[in-house]
């Protein structure tokens, strides 16, 4: 176990379906991360957050809302997707983000749009 | 902005021989270099990292080198075991701290 936790794991929802990912950190760590892993891509980074603000927003569209109320959790609330939004979606933190800190991961959310 | 080629895509190794990754980066300012390895249903995991002050880095089966003038740098897993078969990850951190990582290699380790 990597200290970062997510839930649920898998979720399939239609395009209509409103739902919320969740991801909580036990490392004590001050950043923390959203990725998208699709099928033959390379990790992408959607969001990141310093200390419960947004620093980062990868032009991830609007759909996507990602929510940071303490260091500890972070949220990806998700609204009106497409089927090509179907990935597996990665939490992290790191000890800070405006440095080179190690990112952990957490086991990820398999996103199933239908 | 920085850009991560990684190789091969594939690689099937008989247990005991040694497996190597290697990636190539864009960006000479980049100065941290992350390894990761994801096994299936899990999240990636830190497996090694080296900074650009440094040349090589090893913990024992699993070793990491870099060459900042060619940008590139590597993985190498010696006495590789039925459970080093996984998806190995490079990653560079460019100027804006964000890690860009590979496409990632498939290694198959073979009893």
């Known amino acids: 176990e990597t200290g970062v936790t997510q839930t649920p794991r898998h979720l399939v929802m239609g395009m209509t379906n409103k739902k919320s990912l969740k991801c909580e950190q036990h490392?004590?760590?001050?950043?923390m991360y959203w990725y998208k892993q699709s099928a033959k891509k390379p990790l992408e980074l959607m969001f990141v957050?310093?200390?419960?603000?947004?620093?980062e927003n990868n032009s991830v569209p609007s759909r996507f809302s990602p929510e940071c109320p303490n260091s500890s959790h972070l949220f990806l609330h998700l609204h009106t997707l497409q089927p090509e939004d179907s990935a597996l979606y990665l939490c992290?933190?790191?000890?800070?983000?405006?440095?080179?800190?190690?990112?952990?991961f957490g086991p990820g959310t398999r996103l199933t749009v239908t | 902005g920085e850009n991560v080629e990684q190789h091969p895509s594939t690689l099937s190794v008989q247990e005991g021989d040694s497996a190597v990754i290697k990636c190539t980066y864009s960006?000479?300012?980049?100065?941290?270099f992350p390894w990761y390895k994801q096994e299936l249903g899990k999240g990636p995991q830190l497996i090694i990292d080296?900074?650009?002050?440094?040349g090589e880095k090893k913990d024992q089966r699993i070793a990491v080198t870099l060459n900042k003038t060619a940008k590139h740098f590597s993985l190498h897993i010696t006495e590789t075991q039925p459970e080093d078969s996984a998806v190995y990850f490079c990653?560079?951190?460019?100027?804006?701290?964000?890690?860009?990582f590979g496409s990632g290699t498939r290694l198959l380790v073979r009893p």
């Open positions: 957050y310093n200390f419960k603000e947004q620093t």
């Open positions: 080296i900074r650009s002050n440094v």
């Open positions: 960006d000479s300012a980049s100065n941290y």
């Open positions: 992290a933190s790191s000890q800070g983000s405006l440095s080179p800190r190690e990112q952990y």
């Open positions: 990653a560079a951190m460019d100027s804006s701290y964000k890690l860009i």
């Open positions: 490392l004590g760590h001050n950043a």
